[in-house]
């Protein structure tokens, strides 16, 4: 639902070739992305593009969230989530025709995974979601639920009707800060097949790369942070990103929390350019498989 950087694309003010373009692909709301699967509806990240995202792309429900770290582009949505699972106020909840209009949602509230790190950050950040209200409207009713516990020998399970979701985080590192990957996989045995988005890194350790291939049977898609072309502190260059798909081995690479440094267009060359110094992805590509950036909207199935 969004593959740009924390401006996202167009930046405001910029007047360059990319964020005047008429490309649609080249317009980029910040990162998030939607998983169905079964009857399950499911959500990595809440940035401060979500309601937007959630009319654009026709959200109606959500089952779960889950969360890669706590920086404002990949959290601060997350009032948003209310209409998914609304908590009501003391003064809501005493009138009766208000109660009865907007009632509250039954149970502990939407299940939002994240690590325990951040699960501090969101009660530092956003107080008002965790304490009882007096006054005032409707607030997030959320059930934070820490995953540092669970990898790919304890998998995360998440019941579905046809077909379970196991769920592996991937520790990874952003810079000096801590960020969770995830593998999303279903099937059993040899024939578990799955989709790692792997977004805000510039380390992935051996242990997450092997966690990576253990937890997903067959990976189709690797979702990876690719930045820009230029190096950077915190975030995956192309050629970095490159190298991590070489070693992970997926059927499908995509880049996200791309910058407007370069056009759709231009980083689809890049990559083409790049692919023979990676042997690998090369003979993936020539067998069927792609390597490209990620567009908001795109669609992959798994």
């Known amino acids: 639902m969004g593959t740009g950087t924390s401006h996202g694309v167009p930046v405001i003010g910029c007047d360059c070739a990319v ?10 709301l910040r990162c998030s992305a939607l998983i169905e699967h079964s009857n399950m509806h499911i959500l990595i990240d809440v940035g401060p593009d979500f309601r937007f995202q959630a009319l654009k792309f026709k959200i109606c429900r959500l089952d779960a969230v889950f969360i890669t ?17 609304h908590k009501n106020s003391f003064a809501m909840s005493r009138d009766r025709m208000i109660c009865e209009k907007y009632p509250e949602t039954d149970g502990e509230g939407l299940p939002v995974y994240t690590s325990e790190r951040t699960k501090g950050y969101i009660h530092e950040r956003f107080p008002y979601i965790f304490v009882d209200h007096d006054k005032g409207g409707g607030i997030p009713k959320l059930h934070l639920i820490g995953v540092d516990r669970n990898n790919s020998s304890n998998p995360l399970v998440l019941s579905c009707k046809d077909d379970d979701i196991e769920v592996v985080p991937v520790p990874m590192m952003h810079g000096n800060h801590h960020t969770n990957g995830y ?9 578990k097949s799955g989709i790692a988005y792997l ?8 242990d997450s790369i092997e966690e990576v291939k253990k937890a997903g049977g067959t990976i189709e898609h690797l979702v990876i942070d690719a930045l820009r072309e230029k190096e950077h502190s915190s975030h995956c260059n192309f050629l970095q990103a490159l190298a991590y798909a070489e070693r992970i081995g997926a059927k499908h690479t995509w880049f996200t929390h791309i910058t407007h440094d370069m056009s759709h267009d231009g980083i689809q060359k890049y990559i083409e350019a790049h692919l023979k110094d990676f042997p690998k992805l090369e003979k993936i590509v020539r067998d069927g498989g792609s390597v490209s950036p990620a567009y908001d909207g795109l669609i992959l199935e798994a």
């Open 183 to 191: 593998v999303f996989a279903h099937g059993s045995g040899g024939k």
């Open 199 to 206: 977004t805000d890194c510039n380390f992935i350790s051996d």
């Open 19 to 28: 964020c005047t373009s008429s490309d649609f692909r080249n317009n980029r």
């Open 69 to 85: 770290h706590a920086h404002a582009d990949h959290l601060h949505g997350i009032d948003d989530l209310r209409i998914f699972s």
